[in-house]
C-alpha cells in the first residue's frame, strides 16, 4: 500500500498484552482509528518474582510483533510515524535490553520505555480527546503490571500515580487456587488497599470516573451482560458502580474455566481478571460517583494523539 501521509501507528507493549492503533489524529485530538487490534502475549510473565523477562514470554511477544509489523507495512505507514511504547514488565526487568533489541529488528524503531507518571499523562490524554465531561475526572488504566489513576480538569491532569498492583502481578503474588480461596483475596485486597492509602490521587473527589483498559472494558461487558466483547455497546457506556462491583465479585468467585466460558472473556485475560476485578472494585470503593463512564480510548489513544507527526519512534 502506498504511503499514507497522514497515518500514525502506535503500539502499546504492557505486561499481559501487545496493543497496536493505526489510524489519524483529528483536531480535537480524538483518532480516527482504521486498525485496533490486540495480543495477549504475557510478557511479564514472573517478573515480579524474577526481575527478567523470561524466555518464553518474550518469544510469545516477538512472534506477535511479526503480525503487527505486517500491519504497519500493509497500511503503508512510515517508519517515522510509528511510535513503540512499552511499559511495566519493562520497566522492571533487569534484561529489557534483549526486548529492545527484538523490537528494533522488527519494526525499525527502538521502543520507549515509559515512567510511570508518562504512562498516567497518556492515559488521561488518550481517555480525555474529543470529550466532554464534568470535572474532575478521575481516569483509571488498570494493566497487568501497573495500575494509573489520574485526576484532572478538563484536559490537564492535575494528580497522578502509577501504582504496582496489575491483574498479572497481583495473581501470581496472590490468587494461587482456582478459584481463589477467600484468604488469597483479602490478601490481595488488603495489597491493594495498601497502595491505594499511598496514592497522592484523591480518588473521593472526582465527579466523573472513567474506566479503560482491557480490564475494565471485560468487566463492562460482565456488567451489561454482553454475550461479545462488543466495543460499540461499552464504549461510552455509563454503568452504575454497584452494577460494576457486583461483576467483579461475580468474576473473582468463578473458576478459569467457567471465565474462558463466558462470550466476551479473552482466554489469555481469563486467569488473571479476579485480580483486575478485585482492583477495579477497591478503586470504586472509595469513588464518590453512582456510576462510571468506560472508554475505549485509552493509553494506545494517548500514544498516538501525543506525539508529533516527523519524530514518532527512536531510529536506532
Known amino acids: 500500500m502506498a504511503e499514507q501521509a497522514d497515518t500514525v501507528a502506535a503500539i502499546d507493549c504492557g505486561t499481559n498484552s501487545i496493543k497496536i492503533l493505526i489510524g489519524s489524529v483529528l483536531p480535537d485530538g480524538s483518532i480516527d482509528v482504521r486498525v485496533r487490534e490486540s495480543r495477549v502475549v504475557r510478557l511479564g510473565q514472573g517478573v515480579d518474582t524474577t526481575g527478567e523477562l523470561h524466555p518464553d514470554a518474550l518469544a510469545r511477544t516477538f512472534a506477535a510483533l511479526d503480525e503487527l509489523a505486517g500491519l504497519v507495512r500493509e497500511h503503508g505507514v512510515p517508519t517515522e510515524r510509528v511510535t513503540f511504547c512499552a511499559t511495566s514488565a519493562t520497566r522492571d526487568a533487569r534484561n529489557s535490553d534483549v526486548f529492545t533489541t527484538g523490537v528494533r529488528?522488527?519494526?525499525?524503531?527502538?521502543?520507549?520505555?515509559?515512567s510511570g507518571a508518562e504512562e498516567a499523562a497518556l492515559v488521561y490524554a488518550g481517555s480525555m480527546a474529543g470529550r466532554s465531561v464534568e470535572g474532575p475526572v478521575l481516569a483509571v488504566d488498570i494493566g497487568g503490571g501497573s495500575t494509573e489513576l489520574v485526576l484532572g480538569?478538563?484536559?490537564e491532569p492535575?494528580?497522578?500515580?502509577?501504582?504496582?498492583?496489575?491483574s498479572v502481578r497481583l495473581h501470581e503474588r496472590h490468587l494461587h487456587a482456582d478459584p481463589p480461596t477467600s484468604d488469597q483475596v483479602a490478601a490481595c485486597v488488603a495489597d491493594v488497599e495498601h497502595h491505594l492509602d499511598a496514592a497522592p490521587v484523591e480518588i473521593g473527589a472526582a465527579r466523573t470516573v472513567i474506566g479503560t483498559s482491557g480490564t475494565v472494558k471485560t468487566i463492562a461487558c460482565a456488567a451489561m451482560g454482553l454475550t461479545s466483547y462488543d466495543r460499540e455497546a461499552f464504549d461510552g457506556a455509563v454503568l452504575p458502580v454497584e452494577d460494576v462491583r457486583r461483576a467483579c465479585d461475580r468474576?473473582?468467585?468463578l473458576s478459569v474455566a467457567e471465565r474462558r466460558a463466558l462470550p466476551y472473556m479473552h482466554p489469555g485475560r481469563a486467569d488473571v481478571i479476579g485480580a483486575g476485578a478485585l482492583i477495579w472494585s477497591r478503586i470504586l470503593a472509595r469513588a464518590t460517583v453512582a456510576d462510571v463512564l468506560v472508554s475505549e480510548a485509552d493509553l494506545l489513544h494517548g500514544i498516538a494523539a501525543t506525539v508529533p507527526v516527523g519524530t514518532r519512534g527512536d531510529r536506532p
Open 105 to 114: 529488528e522488527r519494526l525499525g524503531v527502538s521502543p520507549r520505555v515509559l
Open 153 to 155: 480538569e478538563g484536559t
Open 158 to 166: 492535575r494528580e497522578s500515580t502509577s501504582m504496582d498492583v496489575g
Open 251 to 253: 468474576l473473582v468467585a
